[in-house]
């Protein structure tokens, strides 16, 4: 009921991709022998999305160069004096996608292919090859375009994928790990132990207190922040009545969720942004 509202004619067809067979990407761990690795995604046909992203966007890219050029050479034939301008145009496209982190590497089966990964096995040092995620999980992470030796908190960071995925690029100078669930933060803590070597797990600082409190309780200030807030997990909530964010009895719960993200995101702010994102924060605010 609240979807179709929401969604209005959209709702039937998210709800159906909703239902379907979940498509997991494996997300290639670079403390384990990467090479073996990437050789065998690559023999079941799996594609790194992450570089294949990249080389789309700088096809595109060379793609607009060329037609701008062509564009402007072709005016310019119509009015010669403009020529010089249109090469320089033509030098400095505007980049048309981020700076995208190559360290990570994340193989998809291409659209429309089902077939599931097998469990990552351990390699001889017992360290797991790949870890299974929703591939879209790991955008946040490279939207966070972490740069060398840069200090990052992961304020909701339980089970721990998006943190694999910050420790993957290989350039934290600090990593804190946080998420208010004390048995969700003991999986963290498995999945650690399963896919990070010892005195790479020795530098990341994990704690369980409500994000809200932060400030108080740690403090500290960082380059970059995750904030991967909790939320409705309209998939479960489609699927089962357990838990179910929907059921009546967690209204209040839920109703009040836009408020608890909204509390993390603030009290999470680093120092610089602070005035910019309390203002865009009130603004939310009043909007609700
Ligand atoms: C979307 S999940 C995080 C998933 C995680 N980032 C990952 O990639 O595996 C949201 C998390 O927020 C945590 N959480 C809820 N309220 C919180 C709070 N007040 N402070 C910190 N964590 C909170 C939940 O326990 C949950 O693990």
């Known amino acids: 009921m609240n979807y179709s509202l929401q969604f209005k004619d959209a709702w039937p067809s998210i709800r159906v991709s909703l239902l379907s067979e979940q498509k997991y990407g494996a997300l290639v761990n670079n403390f384990a022998d990467v090479e073996r690795v990437t050789r065998e995604l690559e023999q079941l046909d799996a594609v790194d999305f992450i570089s294949e992203a990249s080389r789309k966007a700088r096809r595109l890219q060379q793609d607009s160069v060329a037609e701008r050029a062509e564009r402007e050479e072709s005016t310019s034939q119509e009015a010669p004096g403009e020529c010089q301008n249109a090469v320089q145009a033509a030098e400095a496209p505007p980049p048309l ?8 590497k994340c193989y998809t089966f291409p659209r429309g292919d089902v077939t599931r990964f097998r469990p990552a096995r351990p390699d001889t ?12 999980s790991l955008l946040p992470v490279l939207a966070l375009n972490v740069q060398p030796d840069e200090f990052v908190l992961d304020l909701c960071a339980a089970p721990g994928g998006k943190t694999l995925g910050i420790l993957q690029t290989g350039f934290c100078g600090y990593l804190a790990a946080n998420d208010v669930s004390v048995s969700r933060t003991k999986r963290l803590y498995q999945i650690l132990n399963s896919y990070v070597p010892k005195q790479i797990r020795e530098t990341v600082c994990i704690t369980s207190w409500d994000g809200r409190n932060w400030g108080e309780r740690e403090g500290g200030t960082f380059h970059k922040v995750l904030v991967d807030v909790p939320c409705t997990t309209d998939r479960h909530s489609v699927m089962e009545e357990e838990n179910n964010i929907f059921n009546r009895r967690r209204s209040k719960e839920r109703q009040m969720l836009p408020m608890l993200q909204l509390q993390l995101l603030v009290k999470s702010n680093l120092r ?14 009043m909007s609700l």
């Open 125 to 136: 040092l017992g360290i797991l090859s790949y870890y299974l995620m929703d591939a879209a």
């Open 272 to 285: 610089s942004f602070e005035e910019e994102i309390l203002k865009e924060a009130v603004e939310v605010e």
């Open 97 to 104: 996608s981020a700076p995208i982190t190559s360290n990570i």
